[in-house]
């Protein structure tokens, strides 16, 4: 039965099971929310990857069709192009006129050095009048070209449009030419250049580039007589390019190239920085669009890729991906509010649930902290009804009550058995060893083996046989040398294990050799500090220090390690405290000779004159036990003083 003065208080033992253990109302209210977040995440994610595919693949198709229109228009800006090269090509007027041209300029620059008549000079400018109106016919009323100039081999060009009549030129000083006198199958397009003729008659003041197409010029004959330049301004060429870049709503970019990977569009394009997206066009010369990871920026683009068999040119959309999915993300944000504002109701809505199913449990609780040991069975106390609405713990109230009655006869039967518990307690203590010990004894002497350490392993073997030899002995209580000298064999086994790293020290009084103490109290302290001290660099120091101070004894294991944590310090004297408190031995720790178990054999030989104290020492920690000087080193009188626990 509890002790009268504890009336109103808790048991330890519930406080500890309080403690442990989480309530059924926690448990029901975390198991639901933990439904409703893992679902609602699911389906949160779910859609975020069906609408982010879904406005990828609508991008997708929108950059593909973007992309497909641009190249369409600057296809059709070329054909023009090349629609009015073809024209002054096969227009034999202008065949006949550039020859009569041609020969007329030469013969009136041989004539003016005779002095001739001025006749064959009208002749040229009439034929020269002729020409422009003949071009200008090949051009067309809509004018889809800015300029068209008829270049000779030698170092004379004639032009129509903006820049009219005759002037001479020096073919080495022309980049094109050399490539269009090679390119005899076809066109050959040009990269833009600034035109600094064609800027005047535009009222901007940024400087135009133009592009021109060439193509070689033959006579009746099937034989080149000259080239044909057809010019154009480059803006309008790739107006569609242009506003595309200006207007789009990603920030997208705009890479037109051509076969040699020369960047034709824009003109201010840092080649080293567009190369690695000038690699996506296949072999075969199609289209396709690619997912890109640049290195440089750390970002994934979207490209749109379009290449052209009548330019030879490429066109490629590049989309940053955070950029084309940025209204996804927006999106994200919002849903992810109101999805917070959601599922915060449906968890209060599981915790209103775990409490209507657990206030039942709770009277059940209320009933049984106000029934004592004396009542159960008891015939004269009448049993409360539950009524909580629920049938299962209706019926588990009434067994409840049931079950008291039983509890009362199974009490009496415990009180029995105590004291054998106790004794059986004590025997299992003294007998528990640490297996790490013996493992890594075993693994050293193979290490020292395959060394042929062999002197090493004679005295290593000897102090092992010992140490084992008097472990297994018969008997719980040892003379303290006895003790004193198996805990040095430990010690001298581990030294022969760390070497120099371990340095160890034995101070004891000689008065306590002879002192009777528990067996296997010392040792299972020094391997304690020997645990802890190795978890830091070496050397590490370990002093075993025996005094008696009045009519008590006390022994004192010191180490340089870091110490108790404050954490496990408040855990062991809680535990020391709840023994203390109680009169209740907690059950048999099986899985090491810790320092509870310790104190529980000093408890158990010297009741509350037992000496255990934990000090941290800023160097280390110390380990103190001790008892009293009775006969035999075993208290027979067990005083009702406190422990002396610190």
């Known amino acids: 039965?509890?002790?009268?003065?504890?009336?109103?208080?808790?048991?330890?033992?519930?406080?500890?099971?309080?403690?442990?253990?989480?309530?059924?109302?926690s448990i029901l209210f975390s198991t639901y929310s933990f439904i409703i977040v893992i679902v609602f995440t699911v389906l949160v994610a779910w859609f975020y990857l069906w609408a982010s595919d879904l406005l990828r693949k609508n991008a997708t198709d929108t950059l593909e069709s973007m992309g497909q229109s641009m190249q369409d228009n600057i296809d059709s800006e070329f054909h023009k192009l090349n629609d009015v090269s073809l024209n002054v090509m096969y227009s034999n007027l202008v065949k006949n006129h550039f020859q009569s041209y041609l020969s007329l300029t030469t013969n009136s620059g041989a004539k003016q050095r005779e002095n001739v008549s001025a006749t064959s000079a009208e002749k040229s400018v009439q034929n020269a009048k002729e020409l422009t109106d003949i071009l200008t016919a090949a051009i067309g009323p809509s004018r889809p070209v800015e300029q068209l100039y008829l270049y000779d081999f030698k170092s004379k060009v004639y032009g129509n449009g903006f820049d009219n009549g005759e002037r001479s030129y020096v073919p080495q000083d022309k980049p094109w030419f050399n490539t269009v006198i090679n390119n005899a199958a076809g066109k050959y397009?040009?990269?833009?250049?600034?035109?600094?003729?064609?800027?005047?008659?535009?009222?901007?003041?940024?400087k135009q580039f133009s592009i021109s197409l060439f193509r070689l010029f033959y006579d009746n004959y099937n034989t080149p007589m000259g080239i044909i330049e057809v010019k154009q301004y480059f803006n309008r060429i790739f107006k569609s390019a242009i506003d595309f870049t200006e207007r789009n709503p990603y920030q997208a970019k705009v890479l037109v190239y051509n076969n040699a990977n020369e960047i034709i569009y824009p003109t201010n394009a840092d080649k080293e920085r567009y190369l690695p997206y000038m690699q996506y066009k296949g072999a075969d010369g199609t289209a396709k669009d690619q997912i890109f990871y640049n290195q440089d920026t750390g970002e994934k683009a979207l490209l749109s890729l379009h290449y052209s068999d009548f330019t030879g040119l490429s066109t490629v959309i590049i989309v940053s991906e955070s950029k084309l999915l940025s209204p996804l993300f927006t999106f994200a944000k919002r849903t992810v509010l109101v999805a917070l504002?959601?599922?915060?109701?449906?968890?209060?809505?599981?915790?209103?649930?775990?409490?209507?199913i657990?206030?039942?449990?709770?009277?059940?609780?209320?009933?049984?902290?106000?029934?004592?040991?004396?009542?159960?069975?008891?015939?004269?106390v009448a049993v409360p009804q539950l009524n909580s609405g629920l049938n299962e713990l209706d019926q588990l109230y009434w067994s409840f009550m049931k079950m008291s009655t039983r509890l009362k006869q199974s009490m009496d039967e415990l009180l029995m058995s105590q004291h054998q518990e106790l004794q059986a307690k004590l025997i299992a203590l003294q007998t528990q060893m640490n297996p790490h010990f013996l493992y890594n004894t075993l693994t050293t002497i193979q290490v020292m083996a395959q060394e042929n350490m062999n002197a090493e392993i004679v005295a290593m073997t000897e102090n092992m046989s010992d140490f084992l030899r008097y472990f297994s002995a018969d008997g719980s209580l040892v003379a303290l040398k006895?003790?004193?000298?198996?805990?040095?064999?430990?010690?001298?086994?581990?030294?022969?294990?760390?070497?120099?790293?371990?340095?160890f020290e034995f101070d004891i009084d000689e008065q306590l050799t002879e002192l009777r103490i528990p067996k296997l109290i010392i040792q299972p302290l020094v391997e304690n500090a020997l645990k802890f001290a190795t978890k830091h660099q070496p050397p590490w120091t370990i002093h075993v220090r025996g005094t008696i101070s009045g009519n008590h004894w006390q022994v004192e294991v010191?180490?340089?390690?870091?110490?108790?944590?404050?954490?496990?310090?408040h855990v062991l004297h809680g535990k020391i405290k709840e023994i203390d408190k109680t009169n209740v031995l907690p059950l048999l720790q099986l899985n090491g000779m810790g320092l509870l178990n310790i104190y529980i054999r000093m408890k158990l030989m010297y009741g509350n004159d037992t000496i255990f104290r934990i000090v941290n020492d800023g160097q280390g920690a110390t380990v103190m036990i001790g008892g009293t000087l009775s006969q035999g080193g075993i208290n027979e009188h067990h005083g009702h003083g406190g422990t002396a626990v610190s």
């Open 1 to 25: 039965m509890e002790n009268e003065n504890n009336k109103g208080t808790p048991p330890a033992w519930r406080q500890v099971m309080w403690t442990k253990h989480r309530n059924i109302r």
């Open 189 to 206: 397009i040009a990269l833009p250049v600034p035109d600094e003729e064609m800027s005047r008659f535009i009222s901007s003041q940024e």
């Open 341 to 356: 504002v959601i599922l915060l109701l449906a968890i209060l809505l599981s915790f209103l649930a775990a409490k209507r």
């Open 358 to 380: 657990t206030m039942p449990i709770q009277k059940i609780h209320r009933s049984m902290r106000t029934m004592r040991l004396e009542d159960l069975g008891s015939e004269r």
């Open 482 to 503: 006895e003790e004193v000298l198996h805990t040095r064999k430990y010690l001298e086994i581990n030294q022969i294990r760390f070497g120099r790293k371990l340095h």
């Open 558 to 569: 010191a180490d340089t390690g870091e110490g108790f944590s404050e954490e496990s310090l």
